[in-house]
């Protein structure tokens, strides 16, 4: 029998977008400095994740809270699991927003809060799209599971914990990404790098710091400097920032100057969607006479980083045929004086290379300095066949309520769907929609979340009937 998805949406809208108020308020930023045994990732993750369980409560689902770490809500019953993976976790918003980042607005047609498109929006929509099976009454043969994770937007320890504790979804897609379908996803490993803090020239860089997490974007970098010639640097910044794609304001006292650039942040799996305020900045600050390992680190970022996301200033650029480029992302710049220095770079690398070639290249260029370099957890390339009926129901459904037939397609971003072999992610982005994702002013169309949900509704029910 046919079944009218979008008509059931719409019957819901106002309840939809009620419950994705409710979470958009919340300021589930992952705090560990506050981490108590129920709260292991913080109070706000924690209070994200028992909000959401109660809406599944609520609506007759079973569900089950994982040590604080995760959860889930569970509806049917068989010998196969769907899973469905989203996360109630946000970045932290910065500086810079139109309206509270913390406070949703809706305002010509679009709802503005930090989570809106990633992933509090998309999640709802899907968990919506659960909803409205539930209460068809359409018969199924499978069980759902709406997994919900605590940090995927930092180190994925609670899906991790989640799937180390309970059993794994036979098969499974993520809103957390892009429509139609990705169904590959590169790697991702970071490589942390730490300088001295020694300085030595007649210019002292007593602070820089750029970044708030290693898959942003930093939209905001900050130096105080001291020494000599403090009064032509501002002159010289105060014309840098006419010419360069970003705005600045100097700060001068007695005896220091401090810099501020502010660029545009973006997800890191695409660093030429942002303009990084910190390797414009250490551009600026190079031919300037800093000393010791300040230099080194205003020299690296400014000589190798800047503008320079495929590594080729590294002479180490690599594309594969099917998933693209390796490509890199410089998130994290920060340097005290008489401490340290310390550089986070983030990889998304296709398959054919790794993470060892990768530092082999970046350690061919520090080895000139007193620079370690620690390599942190790998999440390898995965691929799902186009031909896997995974692939092809969900894009069958999207084909059919969208009236286009786009294909699936492989990103740098990571998504819990690469945790289930056969998983893939699945909206809730459009094609003509901007990627808000990790910036200011996130925002997300209402129109498009509605839309999202009807796509998930019938791809839930095609998956599990």
């Not at 599944?56 to 899973?83: P, S």
């Not at 799209?129 to 609670?158: A, N």
Request: glycine share 10%.
């Amino acid at each position: 029998m046919s079944y009218d998805w979008q008509q059931a949406v719409t019957e819901h809208r106002d309840e939809l977008l009620a419950d994705l108020k409710t979470m958009l308020r919340i300021k589930s930023v992952r705090d560990e400095s506050q981490a108590t045994p129920e709260a292991p990732l913080g109070p706000g993750p924690q209070q994200a994740l028992n909000q959401f369980l109660a809406f599944g409560d609520r609506d007759g689902f079973k569900t089950q809270n994982v040590d604080g770490m995760a959860g889930h809500i569970e509806f049917g019953t068989g010998d196969e699991t769907l899973g469905i993976l989203g996360h109630v976790d946000v970045m932290p918003a910065g500086e810079g927003w139109s309206h509270a980042p913390f406070d949703p607005v809706i305002k010509d047609g679009k709802i503005y809060a930090r989570g809106a498109m990633d992933d509090k929006g998309p999640s709802m929509a899907a968990y919506y799209g659960l909803k409205l099976v539930k209460e068809s009454g359409l018969p199924v043969t499978k069980r759902v599971r709406f997994i919900l994770g605590t940090d995927e937007e930092s180190s994925w320890r609670g899906m991790k914990y989640y799937f180390a504790h309970m059993p794994a979804p036979d098969f499974g897609f993520s809103p957390d990404a892009e429509f139609p379908l990705i169904n590959g996803e590169k790697g991702n490993v970071s490589l942390e790098l730490k300088f001295g803090g020694t300085n030595g020239g007649s210019v002292t860089l007593q602070r820089f710091t750029a970044g708030l997490r290693e898959n942003m974007v930093p939209g905001n970098a900050e130096a105080t400097l001291s020494g000599a010639h403090l009064e032509e640097i501002e002159q010289a910044f105060n014309q840098f920032v006419k010419t360069a794609p970003v705005s600045g304001e100097a700060t001068r006292t007695t005896d220091s100057l401090t810099l501020a650039v502010t660029g545009k942040a973006a997800h890191g799996m695409e660093p030429r969607e942002g303009i990084n305020a910190g390797t414009y900045l250490a551009t600026f600050l190079k031919d300037y006479d800093f000393g010791g390992d300040a230099a080194h680190f205003i020299t690296f970022i400014a000589d190798y980083l800047h503008e320079a996301s495929r590594l080729e200033k590294f002479a180490a650029a690599y594309t594969d045929p099917v998933m693209g480029d390796l490509t890199m992302n410089a998130g994290l710049l920060n340097f005290t004086a008489d401490q340290a220095g310390a550089i986070t770079l983030n990889f998304r690398y296709p398959q054919g290379i790794d993470p060892a070639t990768i530092r082999a290249a970046i350690d061919r260029v520090t080895s000139q300095w007193n620079v370690a370099i620690s390599v942190g957890e790998a999440m390898e390339p995965h691929y799902v066949a186009p031909d896997d009926p995974l692939v092809t129901t969900l894009l069958d459904v999207y084909h059919r309520q969208t009236g286009t037939n786009a294909p699936a397609e492989v990103v740098g971003g990571g998504t819990y769907g690469r945790l289930m072999k056969r998983g893939v992610a699945f909206g809730a982005l459009f094609p003509d929609c901007p990627n808000m994702m990790h910036q200011v002013d996130e925002y997300m169309p209402v129109e498009d979340i509605m839309k999202a949900a009807a796509i998930y509704a019938e791809s839930i029910y095609e998956l599990i009937k």
